[in-house]
Structure formats: C-alpha cells, structure tokens
C-alpha cells in the first residue's frame, strides 16, 4: 500500500512564524500536492509538484511557498503564518497522469495559527 | 465553468438502510471519476474509481458507483449502511489534459441506530 506521511498531526505557531510542513511518501510517485481543507470549501489545491524541483500553483498559493529537492519529499512553507491560515492541511501524491491517477493521503495536519 | 456538486451536504440515514450520494460533474468530455471516504481526523481515503468500461465499478467497504453519462453523474450506493460507515464522502474528477484534479465539497453522513 502507498503510505504518504505528514510530519506532524497537530501543530501549534504564533502570528509571523515561518512554518514549515512535511510531507513524504514510499512508492516513488511522481505527483504530489498539498491542500488544505475548510468546512463547507472542501479541498483546495495550494500546490503541486510533477517531478523534483517543479512546482505549478493551485487554486490559493498565496501566503505559501513549496520545496521538492527530493522525489519523496513535498514541504509546504508558510512564510509569515496568520490566523486565516489555521486549517486541515492534506498531503497527496500520486502517479504520472495526475488526472487520471488515484491520489494518495496523508493524515493531516491540524494547523493551528494563534 | 468546470464544476463538481455534491448537492447534498448532509445525510442522515439509519443502519441497515440504503445508501445514494450524488455527484454530478460538468466537463466537456469523459473524466476520470473517484469517490474517497474520510473519516474523523483523518486523511482521504480512495473507495472506487472509474476509468473506462462497465460503468457500474465496485469498490471496497461494499460501495459500488454507477457512472451515467446522459446525466453527467457519478453515485455511490450501499445497500445496508453501517455504524462504521459515519464519514464525510468526496466525489473527484480528474480530467488528463493539464493534470488536472478537482474534489466537489463532501457529503456528510450520519448513521443512526
């Protein structure tokens, strides 16, 4: 089974930090995408990467930032963290095709900006 | 505009009871179609898929999907419901041009006793 592990399930900051979210998955996808999760917005794509080093923009990039020097690794950075930015924070990966391959997922990380 | 509804935001049914959540896509052609389970807490798990072919998939837990494309529809079913089925559900699109991937909004699903 593909496992994607998230460095973190509940993580606390204050105002201004620069946090930093991990994400690592084991089949050797080549996909992998960070979203975050509102009740009643359901998920929304803040990045994605198709191979190391690259990175498109999802549908709210703003305030974030990704890193992915190694396959299996996907950070999200959330460069001076604010309270609108407390949420559910999934991780996916997937193989080529991102459209028409199943994603895999994290368990979250509950993000909490204070 | 390129759309997924769950028009159903939550559902109450009683266990033993049948289950249909609904899904309805707008994109010119055939997409790619999954529903993914997510319980309390945790992450988004992958229940069926469907690609090409029979367009009634089986998936696991006992949910099937049936994909109309008269209707621009993909439902999930049950025929009994369990306690343990209690979950937010997803319907999700994935379409190959441009790698693109969209989730509708969940369907939240109580079972009572």
């Known amino acids: 089974d593909v496992k994607v592990t998230q460095s973190s399930r509940y993580l606390v900051k204050r105002t201004g930090e620069k946090v930093f979210l991990e994400c690592v998955q084991d089949m050797d996808h080549e996909n992998m995408f960070w979203y975050r999760q509102d009740p009643g917005l359901g998920l929304r794509l803040i990045y994605f990467s198709y191979d190391v080093k690259m990175k498109e923009k999802g549908d709210i990039p703003e305030g974030y930032s990704v890193s992915r020097e190694k396959k299996e690794r996907f950070s999200l950075i959330l460069e001076s963290a604010s309270t609108n930015q407390t949420s559910m924070y999934l991780c996916?990966?997937?193989?080529?095709?991102?459209?028409?391959?199943?994603?895999?997922f994290g368990d979250g990380t509950r993000l909490s900006i204070l | 505009a390129q759309s997924v509804t769950q028009p159903d935001i939550h559902i109450t049914v009683s266990e033993g009871a049948s289950l249909e959540l609904r899904c309805n896509y707008s994109y010119g052609a055939t997409p790619y179609l999954f529903w993914y389970v997510q319980s309390p807490g945790q992450g988004l798990q992958l229940l069926l898929k469907?690609?090409?072919?029979?367009?009634l998939v089986q998936g696991i837990k006992g949910f099937e999907a049936e994909f109309k494309r008269s209707q621009s529809s993909f439902n999930l079913r049950k025929p009994s419901v369990h306690w343990s089925d209690a979950a937010e559900y997803f319907c999700a699109v994935g379409l190959f041009t441009g790698n693109q991937f969209y989730f509708g909004t969940g369907t939240s699903l109580t079972v009572i006793p």
């Open positions: 996916a990966s997937s193989s080529v095709g991102a459209g028409s391959s199943a994603q895999h």
């Open positions: 469907y690609f090409s072919g029979d367009t």
